[in-house]
């Protein structure tokens, strides 16, 4: 099942609400300026053309799923012709808006920039001809200026800024669900990783220890039955030998987890040391959390690779800093001392997924540029502890 977060409905909301109420409402007032002030002039082709653009305003306005684009193109061309004519017609009512609104839907609703400028043109072109005609052949006065009429495609580009700021949203949408899908996916590998590597040891210490505590055991209730006494209370001394050595297994093994978990201090300083960085701590991080001590890895990791890309040969000074109440990484280099090399840039794809990281833990990220006149980078990471 998929949801729809708050961002996908602010971007459906005008074509779900907002469009079909204006069109309805300039429909049902153009039907009452009509009626209450018949036109002078071609009454009925007036009543035509108004009815003819007042349903393709309302079929535009529907929300679009699917269809083929040579219906999208027909419905958008004769909403906007319609209401090239309805301009030239009535210039005195509101319809004379429906032209503009078309044009603007062309390029919202057209895939093919193409097609949605040739939609536009087609419309100043009829609307131009359609008042000139009126005027000079009909003397149809109170017809609307001239240069009215040829500024009825200019909607057309508002049309397609909506649409890119629409697409370029739903982009960066997508780009911070799938985000989110890998870092959950990764923090699920990491679990299940770390369960299969308890099984290992519980099965290892705790499974030998208590097969052969059970092995003795068994051995001594055969002993007792047959009289054997002696050789039965040595057995309970194998058993609990056995026992003995399995809890000191045991604490040996519940150690191990423990420093193999993520010992961040020794984690950052041998990250430190590969990429020829600075490493200071303040304060104590023995008992930093494994999923905040996972995130500070990350970043480090990621903050390195960045100073090696962006700026190689720069000097990187990375500083842990632990409360009671927070644990923040800095990681800042200094810029470029040389050229840098003409490879892989990167996709800015790895402090996006570490600043939803730390999101993911009530924390924040800021990356950018450090403070004039100082030159290089600076990525600081806060979580709480």
């Known amino acids: 099942m998929t949801t729809t977060s708050p961002g996908q409905r602010a971007l459906r909301a005008t074509d779900q ?12 007032l153009l039907v009452v300026q009509l009626r209450e002030a018949p036109p002078a002039h071609f009454t009925g082709l007036v009543w035509v053309t108004s009815a003819v653009t007042v349903v393709a305003a309302c079929a535009a306005a529907v929300p679009w799923r699917g269809g083929p684009e040579w219906a999208r193109v027909a419905l958008v061309a004769v909403y906007a012709l319609a209401g090239a004519m309805v301009f030239a017609l009535a210039p005195r009512t ?6 503009f609104i078309a044009c603007a839907t062309a390029g919202d609703k057209l895939s093919s920039r193409r097609a949605a ?17 009126l005027e000079f052949w009909f003397q149809v006065p109170d017809g609307p200026p ?12 508002i049309g397609m800024a909506r649409r890119e700021r629409v697409n370029a949203r739903a982009a960066s949408l997508l780009a911070a669900e799938q985000t989110r899908r890998a870092i959950a ?30 092995v003795q055991l068994d051995m001594a209730d055969a002993l007792h039955a047959g009289g054997r006494s002696d050789e039965a209370n040595e057995a309970v001394r194998r058993a609990r030998a056995l026992a003995v050595t399995g809890l000191g297994e045991t604490k040996r093994a519940v150690h191990a987890l423990r420093e193999g978990a993520l010992p961040l201090v020794d984690t950052l300083t041998r990250l430190a040391q590969d990429g020829a960085a600075e490493l200071a701590v303040r304060g104590d991080a023995e008992d930093v959390p494994v999923e905040i001590g996972q995130a500070v890895v990350r970043t480090a990791q990621e903050a390195l690779t960045n100073a ?22 800095t990681a800042t280099d200094g810029g470029a001392t040389g050229p840098v090399p003409d490879g892989d840039q990167g996709s800015g794809m790895g402090l996006v997924g570490m600043r939803e990281r730390a999101e993911l833990l009530g924390g924040t990220l800021r990356a950018g540029p450090r403070t004039p006149p100082e030159t290089g980078w600076t990525v600081r990471m806060e979580l709480p502890r």
């Open 185 to 214: 996916s990764e923090t699920r590998e990491a679990a299940l990783e770390e369960r299969s590597r308890i099984a290992r040891e519980i099965h290892d210490v705790l499974g030998h220890s208590l097969s052969g505590v059970a």
């Open 308 to 329: 090696r890309r962006h700026a190689p040969g720069s000097r990187v000074e990375l500083l842990l800093e632990c409360t009671e109440d927070s644990v923040r990484f």
């Open 146 to 157: 001239w240069w009215l009429a040829l500024m009825v495609s200019l909607p057309l580009y």
């Open 117 to 133: 400028l040739l939609v536009a043109v087609a419309s100043t072109v009829a609307a131009a001809a359609a008042t000139w005609t």
């Open 17 to 28: 609400l907002l469009r079909p109420v204006v069109v309805v409402f300039l429909a049902a």
């Open 94 to 99: 509101v319809g004379a808006a429906f032209v």
